[in-house]
């Protein structure tokens, strides 16, 4: 009987407290002698008002970065720019950078000038008028053991940093990386954030105009573009419904296909925030040129703005709705 009676004195209440609440409402203001407000409970329900999601703004490209380079252009070195790979904003694609400057480079350069030298003394050492008498030299142990020697040593040499860069670019994703996965169409690029509530970013070619308007290179624009946190580890999938496909940025060393029925992963950390622009690099049918890539590398909290743009949320963030201002009075007058 205790407990009926109590449940039934518990219903009036509820029953009559919107009427008092909309009594004091229609009430001319009343001076209430307030308590001393808890003041952690106030700032944490103030702050939750007042906070304001940052807007994210498409970064603006860098001439030169990301980018194939021009010879014609009057940007300073741009001709030996040419001559090379883009410049690297991955550590692997600096690893990759260095071994062909450093060392596949001057290989190559030195055995064709010695190559070189050597058909030309040969064109005038040994020509008919120089020697009526041809030689019948058929055997010499020395030039055969270092013509084998040498040959193996360049080998050798370029072997070790080549198998090293091999297993680099084939180190596993760490657990924590973000992943996305980019999808080839016929023609066309989408992207997917299955670890920030599965936004799906479809990606299309920019027309010529629209693409110089904006201040970016003409083929190699899109609508929108696949944005990822620099300095982070990022886990990209690729895979395809149609045919193959390749994902492939040269600034960032990364190349992968896309193949249907198959999803291939690679790892990848761009160093620093840009715009970095690559294309398809299989040849998937008759727009093939027309699946341009463009990956926007932004700072943690420019990424996290553009996620909650696109309607995702950040791995781990819970959804805190803002407090009504009319909590925050009844909170600082109790």
Same mark, same amino acid.
């Given at each position: ?11 009036? %209440? #509820? ?15 009343? %001076? ?13 329900? !103030? ?18 970065? $990301?980018?194939?380079?021009? +010879? ?7 001709? %030996? ?8 904003? &991955? ?22 000038? /010695? ?22 030299? !058929?055997?010499? &142990? ?12 360049? *080998? ?15 180190? &596993? ?6 992943? @996305?996965?980019? &999808? ?9 954030? +299955? ?15 629209? #693409?110089?308007?904006?201040?970016? +290179? ?19 999938? !690729?895979?395809?419904?149609?045919? @193959?496909? #390749? /994902? ?16 291939? =992963?690679?790892?990848? !950390?761009?160093?620093? +925030? ?18 341009? @890539?463009?990956? =926007?590398? *932004? ?11 696109? $309607? ?23």
């Amino acid at each position: 009987m205790k407990l009926a009676g109590i449940a039934a004195l518990a219903a009036m %209440a #509820a029953l009559f407290a919107p009427v008092s609440a909309g009594a004091q409402d229609a009430a001319a203001p009343v %001076a209430v002698q307030a308590t001393a407000p808890d003041a952690a409970l106030v700032d944490a329900v !103030t702050d939750a008002a007042n906070v304001e999601v940052g807007a994210y703004t498409p970064m603006a490209p860098t001439k030169g970065k $990301g980018m194939p380079t021009d +010879p014609r252009s009057d940007e300073p070195g741009a001709m %030996a720019k040419s001559l090379t790979f883009q410049d690297q904003y &991955t550590d692997n694609g600096e690893y990759a950078l260095g071994m062909h400057d450093y060392i596949l480079l001057p290989v190559i350069t030195v055995i064709s000038l /010695f190559v070189l030298g050597l058909l030309l003394y040969v064109i005038v050492r040994f020509n008919r008028g120089a020697n009526p008498v041809a030689s019948k030299t !058929t055997h010499n &142990t020395m030039i055969e053991v270092v013509w084998t020697i040498v040959p193996v040593i360049i *080998l050798v040499v370029i072997a070790v940093p080549s198998i090293t860069l091999l297993a680099r670019q084939y180190e &596993t994703p760490p657990a924590d990386a973000v992943t @996305i996965k980019a &999808t080839g169409y016929q023609w066309y690029w989408g992207y997917t954030y +299955p670890d920030h509530g599965e936004i799906e970013v479809i990606s299309n070619m920019l027309p010529d105009e629209e #693409a110089v308007r904006r201040g970016e +290179p003409a083929q190699l624009a899109v609508d929108n573009r696949m944005v990822v946190p620099a300095g982070v580890p990022l886990r990209i999938q !690729t895979t395809a419904t149609d045919v @193959i496909h #390749a /994902f492939a940025v040269p600034s960032l060393w990364f190349k992968m296909d896309a193949v249907p029925g198959r999803l291939n =992963e690679k790892l990848l !950390t761009i160093k620093e +925030p840009g715009v970095y622009y690559g294309q398809c690099s299989e040849l998937c049918g008759s727009r093939h040129a027309y699946m341009p @890539i463009a990956i =926007e590398a *932004l700072p943690a909290d420019e990424f996290a703005a553009w996620v909650q743009s696109q $309607g995702g949320s950040m791995p781990g963030a819970e959804e805190t709705p803002a407090a009504e201002p009319e909590q925050v009075a009844l909170l600082t007058a109790r």
